[in-house]
């Protein structure tokens, strides 16, 4: 059993080899026999004429019995166990000095002559012959005969004969040892043999994925149980007489023999991904584990289904490019298309879009009267009925909650986005049928030109979104265009803009820190750090409001470093002053240009040192937008911060341009779910769906999963269910002061979430 459990440890690949290996040294092991064949025979020839010489001897003289040995040099106790007459039972197990003078054999070694002695009893006269051959394996040959005198004419015969024998028979004996050698060799090598296709087929056949042996071509050797159920055809079918492109898909049938080819010279492990069609034409991806099996030309390769995986990647990048709810593009994508857009409009002038933010009047009282169920099936009838009203080359994205943005495409002027509007509103006139109520819906709406304003994508739906607020203001149910309050606008913008410089040298800003929570234990896990800026005449201006215009300055930089700054002194104190906080994290967002600054990991190493914090409490959380700006500095800056014990995260994600490649490739630590997801986990089996595989797969990767804006307790049980380790949300804190924090630390957090609330 030991010697399969350490099988068990190695992979396919090395037990065939192991097999292989056995068998080339039993086949050298036979080689080195010379001719076996011809040595047995010889073995034979001798014996047959040392046979005939001695029944020579006793025609001359009365021979009772004799015996032949071999011993060493210095070994000279010969006991006399075989005779060639069994009947003599009374000599058996004597020694020869029980019967003649020790010195008599001595002698016959050291003269090389033979020796005529009497028996000690003086029945027998002894005639002993010795010889040597160059392995110093000595022959020594007794013969006994009738004590009486002998002429010397037959003595000397006998002698001859003698001789002759003893060399035969030391020749026999030493043909006689290499071929019994070599036997116990080879049963020693053939047991091996045997041992290792047991643990081979136990091994090969127990892998856990579907495993076969191929040879060059890609014909199909061996196959074990899993490999001929995961393709459907049984094994006798396929051992010998299919090849694996078979089963491939046609990039993976031109491409396999190149992969062969590089697993065996340059690259031991090849792990390529293929398309696989079973017999039943059921398409599944694979993940092909190839290695070179140790003999001539043969490969061991094994299949991992992932596609589960690839199904929820898809799924997910799905997600991260739509609204789970209505199935329109969201934020993300629109921005995306707004980009291109923008773009296009720099390259082509005479080409204009426009940008229609829409927010669906009293929406909230229909919600909260009629059940959120109904209001989810209410924006989904929004949703077709906004898509059913503009072209195919134009899109509606759901921007959250009860918004809607529209991104028209080569629109000429205003009047072409008055007819749009204006249809839009038409339609809207009719009732929609609800969950069998009939539910009529208003809608105010913002509209920007893009001939009416050089605005970038952000501030560009920033307008449109003022523009739908002032039709809100004037009454709902119309529609604004953002000329007409585009002045206001710019010049909030250079105010913030004049004063933010003025604020970060004064001190304006200030740390809150919301709750990040373990939701296993009701226990605090960390605090992520949020700035605000406390303006002395505009008062608390949100983030939403400065963080851009911070990016698009590149004041973000001398910001950023002020929060770090501020939050590495609490979270210092804390640790200090207070027991509970010692192996808490302490989370900060970082900017993409912050990310990108080739001195970062230097900088945040050099505060983290003045504020006395242990960089492995530091947690910083990236956003999903790093991964198309610069890939090749992130990977370089991220590798940098993880050498220094800090984590990352990836704030927001499944609503941007994440992929699973990202999070192997970044050596990412925790991914925070976005929002716009746990908004909508309720009621919403789609979207429940998509979160408890983005948790599914978190907890395969092994990484930490995080849920963002959880608000109310059906969110919080729902995320429990699908083991959901982490969150953070209303529902247990708004982001608190520095005071509330130390509070919380101070009462020892024995109920956080009563406490948060």
Request: charged letters at 25%; proline letters at 3%.
């Amino acid at each position: 059993m030991d010697e399969l459990n350490k099988a068990m440890d190695l992979t396919v690949g090395e037990r065939l080899e192991a097999i292989s290996r056995n068998a080339m040294e039993a086949l050298e092991l036979c080689a080195s026999l010379g001719d076996y064949q011809t040595s047995v025979t010889k073995f034979k020839n001798r014996k047959d004429i040392l046979e005939r010489s001695l029944q020579g001897l006793r025609q001359m003289v009365a021979i009772e019995f004799y015996a032949f040995y071999a011993v060493n040099e210095a070994h000279f106790d010969i006991a006399l166990e075989h005779l060639d007459d069994p009947g003599r039972a009374d000599y058996v197990d004597r020694t020869v000095e029980d019967l003649i003078d020790r010195g008599a054999v001595a002698l016959a070694f050291r003269e090389k002559r033979t020796q005529t002695v009497r028996s000690h009893d003086g029945k027998y006269q002894v005639l002993i012959h010795a010889a040597a051959t160059t392995s110093k394996i000595y022959g020594v040959f007794f013969c006994f005969v009738k004590a009486r005198a002998l002429e010397k004419g037959i003595v000397d015969k006998i002698t001859t004969i003698i001789i002759k024998a003893t060399g035969y028979a030391l020749e026999n004996f030493e043909l006689y040892q290499l071929i019994r050698q070599k036997n116990e060799e080879l049963v020693e090598k053939n047991l091996q043999v045997s041992k290792s296709e047991i643990l081979y087929r136990n091994t090969f056949e127990n892998t856990g994925n579907p495993t076969i042996v191929v040879d060059q071509k890609g014909t199909i050797v061996h196959v074990n149980s899993e490999f001929a159920a995961f393709s459907g055809w049984e094994r006798e079918a396929l051992s010998g007489r299919r090849n694996i492109a078979e089963f491939l898909a046609c990039e993976g049938r031109t491409g396999f023999a190149r992969t062969l080819e590089s697993a065996e010279k340059d690259h031991p492990d090849v792990s390529p991904e293929y398309g696989f069609e079973n017999r039943n034409h059921e398409h599944k991806t694979v993940f092909l584990k190839i290695s070179p099996l140790g003999l001539e030309n043969q490969y061991i390769v094994s299949f991992a289904d992932i596609t589960p995986i690839k199904d929820a990647e898809k799924q997910l990048q799905f997600q991260a490019f739509h609204d789970p709810l209505t199935r329109l593009p969201n934020r993300i994508l629109f921005r995306d298309r707004l980009k291109q857009a923008i773009k296009k409009k720099k390259r082509y002038p005479d080409y204009n879009y426009a940008i229609v933010f829409i927010d669906l009047d009293r929406f909230k009282s229909i919600n909260d009267t009629m059940g959120h169920n109904v209001g989810d099936d209410l924006l989904v009838k929004v949703g077709q009925r906004l898509a059913s009203s503009v072209r195919e080359l134009d899109t509606v994205a759901r921007f959250g909650g009860d918004e809607f943005l529209l991104l028209l495409e080569d629109v000429q002027d205003q009047n072409c986005c008055d007819i749009v509007v204006r249809r839009i509103l038409d339609q809207f006139r009719l009732p929609l049928e609800v969950a069998g109520h009939e539910v009529v819906m208003t809608l105010s709406m913002g509209v920007l030109i893009s001939s009416e304003s050089q605005a970038e994508h952000a501030d560009a739906i920033r307008l449109a979104d003022m523009s739908m607020y002032e039709a809100k203001r004037q009454g709902r149910n119309q529609v604004i265009y953002a000329h007409q309050i585009q002045d206001r606008e710019i010049e909030r913008r250079l105010v913030l803009e004049n004063h933010l410089q003025t604020g970060i040298q004064k001190g304006e800003f200030f740390v809150q820190y919301q709750p990040l929570m373990d939701l296993a234990t009701n226990r605090l896990y960390g605090v992520e750090a949020l700035v605000r800026w406390r303006h002395p005449e505009l008062g608390i201006i949100p983030p939403n409001s400065f963080i851009p215009i911070a990016e698009e300055t590149g004041l973000i930089i001398p910001l950023g470093r002020k929060i770090f700054e501020m939050a590495f002194a609490d979270f210092a104190a804390w640790k200090t002053n207070f027991a509970s906080a010692r192996d808490l994290c302490l989370s900060v967002n970082l900017s993409v240009k912050q990310m990108l600054q080739s001195n970062l990991a230097a900088d945040i190493q050099a505060m983290a040192r003045d504020a006395a914090l242990p960089l492995e409490n530091i947690n910083l959380e990236i956003t999903e937008s790093l991964f198309i700006d610069d890939m090749e500095r992130a990977i370089k800056t991220i590798h940098e911060l993880k050498t220094l014990g800090i984590s990352i995260s990836i704030d927001d994600f499944g609503t941007g341009y994440s992929s699973l490649k990202y999070l192997n490739q970044f050596s990412i630590d925790l991914v925070k779910i976005d929002k716009i997801l746990i908004d909508n986990i309720n009621g919403n089996l789609t979207n429940y769906n998509i979160v408890a595989s983005m948790l599914e797969l978190c907890a395969k990767l092994n990484l930490k999963a995080m849920a963002e804006g959880i608000e109310d307790i059906d969110q919080l049980e729902k995320l429990r269910g699908m083991n959901c380790p982490f969150g953070q949300g209303y529902y247990f804190a708004p982001p608190r002061d520095r005071q509330v924090i130390e509070d919380m630390l101070a009462g020892d957090m024995g109920s956080n979430l009563d406490y948060c609330l």
